[in-house]
Structures are given as C-alpha cells and as structure tokens.
C-alpha cells in the first residue's frame, strides 16, 4: 500500500522528485538540458515574464544562437517544461501504481506526486494559468498545443482504474472526469496559503476518498442512462473522441 511519509505537512520525498524534475542539473548534461534546467530556476526564481531568452542563455553559459537553436522562444521552454513534469510524474506513479490496493489510495498517490513534482513552482505555474482562457495560445492548458500532455495524464488515471470491475463506458468516461478533479487540485494549489500547502494535501485525500465512493455509484446498472447520457454530451462537446 502507498502511503506518503509526512512531516511537517509535506511528504519527505518530494525534495527527490523535485530533483529528478531537473536531472541535468547535477551531471551538467546536455546544453538543451543545461538551457532548460537554467531557464526552471530563473523562472521559478524571476518570474516568467521577467525573464529573457538573453539572460537565460548568460547564465547557462550558452551564446544566444544556440539557445534560440534548442528553443525558438520562452514558450518553447515552458513546453519543455510541461513534458519533463508529465515525464517524471508517468515515471514515479507507474512504480507506485501497483502499491496502491484501493482505487483510493491509487488516486490519492497520483495527485499527491503531481503536488511533490510542482512543490516548488507556484509562481511559475501562477503566471502560466492566465493562458488557460486563449486556446489558441501555446501554453494554454486547454489548447490544442497541449492535447498529447493531457492525454498522457488521463492515460495515468486510467491506470489506476485499471484493476477496478466497472462498466466499459464509465472505464472511457473516468479518465476525463479525474483530469478535471486533478486541474481544479492544482488551481486550489495556487492559492492555498497553508505552510507546505498541507490544506491541498487535504483536499487530495478528501477528494480520493469521495471519487472512490462516487465511483462505487456510478457503477450501478441503473445509471447506465445517465452515463451514457454524460458520455454523449461529452462526445459532442469534442471532449471525447467518438467511438
């Protein structure tokens, strides 16, 4: 079974993943992972908006051709950015996956290690939100720039429903309906004003608790019309693919 060791709020392993978020840093690695791992700091650090590719490249150590070379702007960078946080999530939750025994602590151990990986990057994130709203833009959450990274998240979520017995149209439905509940975690995330945000950690076991019992719900035969229904709209919305 997985549990987070807590202390003073915040799991003792999130100092890792924040570090395996970054793993050129120690190695020196390559100059793309010395530009982008330069570029997390002074983000995280700076400030988005605050930050030039010049002044990224300097303190990489990079002249500024090469650092245009490896990423045509800073939206590049914060696409990077976004892979390598889904890369190293995938990679953590597949370990951890088979040592939840319950769908709860399945969900729980996927939005716990999202919160582990983003610890450090509130402000980043914060500045980045405002894109959400503009689906043409490159960074917006919602675009179409971004699909394959939200498909690779639901893919997780449905990972952990895996080993569940449930109906095949709520297996294809729960996946979009747990991506929602993690991005409203992290907009929560963003303002939580708790030390070590341990408000959100609460609302991570709170949530897992109540989309295992909803789920338990959902399954029932007598629901089927309103999942197929929910399905349907979501179809036609273009939220879904059809089948």
């Not at 319950?102 to 402000?123: C, W």
Request: glycine content about 8%; aromatic content about 8%; proline content about 5%.
């Amino acid at each position: 079974m997985f549990k987070s060791r807590r202390t003073g709020g915040h799991t003792q392993d999130s100092g890792n993943l924040r570090t395996q978020a970054s793993p050129a840093a120690a190695s020196g690695g390559t100059a793309r992972d010395r530009i982008l791992d330069t570029a997390i700091r002074m983000f995280r650090e700076t400030g988005f908006d605050e930050t030039t590719m010049r002044e990224i490249a300097s303190e990489a150590g990079v002249a500024l051709g090469l650092a245009y070379y490896y990423f045509p702007s800073k939206e590049a960078l914060v696409m990077a950015y976004y892979e390598r946080v889904q890369s190293v999530h995938a990679v953590v939750a597949r370990e951890r996956l088979q040592l939840g025994r319950t769908f709860q602590e399945r969900l729980g151990m996927l939005l716990q290690t999202k919160l582990d990986i983003l610890a450090d990057d509130r402000k980043l994130l914060g500045a980045l939100f405002r894109y959400t709203g503009s689906p043409d833009h490159p960074l917006s959450f919602l675009g179409r720039a971004t699909a394959p990274l939200r498909a690779d998240c639901m893919d997780l979520f449905a990972e952990a429903l895996a080993p569940e017995r449930v109906p095949e149209d709520l297996r294809d439905l729960a996946p979009l309906l747990l991506w929602g509940l993690h991005m409203g975690v992290l907009l929560y995330f963003l303002y939580d004003p708790s030390p070590n945000f341990k408000h959100t950690r609460k609302l991570v076991d709170g949530s897992a608790k109540l989309a295992a019992g909803f789920l338990g719900m959902a399954k029932l035969p007598l629901l089927r019309p309103a999942r197929r229904n929910l399905l349907g709209l979501l179809q036609g919305a273009g939220l879904m693919p059809q089948k």
